[in-house]
């Protein structure tokens, strides 16, 4: 579906369909795929599969084109959502005013507000897709848990227990460096039926920050499969010698994927000043920044955790990791100012 033609057909049905039914233009004089609104199409089958997606939807579902287009409808709304959504789209006939609530691909939840929904008919005059269009929608700032994990083992544990999305990484006891492949694709299986994102720990090796030639050659590459083997978002951090973000090296690697959600991780603790390499992050279009507060703790952190969040660009996410547990994961959110947290699998330990 990424070929340029097939993409120009379904916004020519989509945008006739919406003419014909509802008397009026879907986006007058503006071009549909970066129109200031979410417009997304599905196919009509019995587990509908996207085949359009705008600019606009792709930044809000935090999937670019390659991702979101062929990927299951259902799997944009929570699970114990998804009854009253396929209810609803079941008519195959024009809505208004409809509401609902959605999650991205990286566990961020928002309801959508009066939305339009209608049947998209091809040339001959079949219907082939139901497409919905709105301007309006919210973010709900629920608490998140991102919980790491290096086996399927882990992962199954870690979904079972409720985890709102999974970072992947081997050796742990390093600091957690690029997982195998065939580890990625099991992850992705055993997360995808409940929509929980998968975040993939993009490192050669354990140690500094900084990285060599080979080294982010490598890193590209391990970028590229792991998004082919279906990684919802990447982790990765690089810094200078000077202990400072490198925004070169950090750029190079975001290009690889663009549209991609990107962590930067615990590297901002490494540096030298914590705060101006996150900021740096997410000048860079890092969405989140994974921080201790540069302590050996969050809840240690905590006060340069705010700090972050006070200074951090709209819809930029400061995750808080490192000792985050169970019986102190609401205490980190109210002291560092966050809804998201980060914890290994000790969070659901009994406290000794």
């Not at 009066?114 to 082939?128: E, I, K, S």
């Amino acid at each position: 579906m990424s070929d340029p033609a097939t993409r120009q057909s379904w916004e020519r049905w989509i945008a006739d369909s919406y003419s014909a039914l509802l008397g009026r233009e879907l986006t007058p004089g503006g071009e549909l795929y970066s129109a200031p609104m979410a417009v997304l199409c599905h196919r009509v089958s019995d587990d509908p599969l996207f085949v359009y997606g705008n600019e606009f939807s792709q930044r809000l579902w935090e999937r670019p084109w390659s991702s979101f287009v062929g990927m299951p409808s259902r799997l944009t709304a929570p699970p114990e959502h998804r009854g009253p959504r396929s209810q609803m789209l079941a008519a195959n006939q024009v809505a208004t005013g409809y509401s609902g609530e959605r999650i991205s691909a990286t566990g961020r939840r928002f309801q959508i507000h009066d939305a339009t929904v209608w049947p998209v008919t091809d040339d001959a005059g079949v219907v082939v897709g139901q497409a919905a269009a709105f301007h309006r929608y919210q973010r709900l700032d629920q608490p998140l848990l991102e919980v790491l994990a290096t086996s399927a083992a882990q992962v199954a544990e870690a979904v079972e227990r409720g985890a709102d999305r999974v970072e992947l990484c081997a050796d742990y006891d390093l600091g957690g460096t690029t997982p195998d492949l065939r580890l990625v694709r099991r992850t992705v299986d055993l997360t995808r039926r409940r929509s929980i994102g998968v975040m993939v720990m993009i490192r050669p090796r354990g140690g500094d920050f900084v990285y060599s030639r080979s080294e982010v050659d490598g890193m590209k590459r391990s970028i590229e499969a792991a998004i082919d083997a279906g990684a919802s978002g990447l982790v990765f951090g690089c810094l200078t010698r000077d202990g400072r973000l490198d925004r070169t090296l950090t750029a190079e690697l975001m290009s690889v994927a663009p549209g991609v959600p990107v962590t930067f991780h615990r590297a901002v603790d490494a540096s030298v000043d914590p705060v101006a390499a996150a900021l740096a992050a997410f000048d860079l279009g890092c969405l989140r920044v994974l921080t201790s507060g540069a302590a050996d703790t969050a809840p240690r952190g905590s006060a340069t955790i705010r700090r972050i969040v006070e200074l951090a660009p709209s819809g930029a996410v400061v995750l808080a990791g490192g000792g985050v547990r169970a019986d102190n994961a609401e205490q980190v959110r109210a002291a560092a100012g966050v809804t998201e947290v980060h914890a290994s699998m000790s969070y659901f330990a009994p406290t000794p």
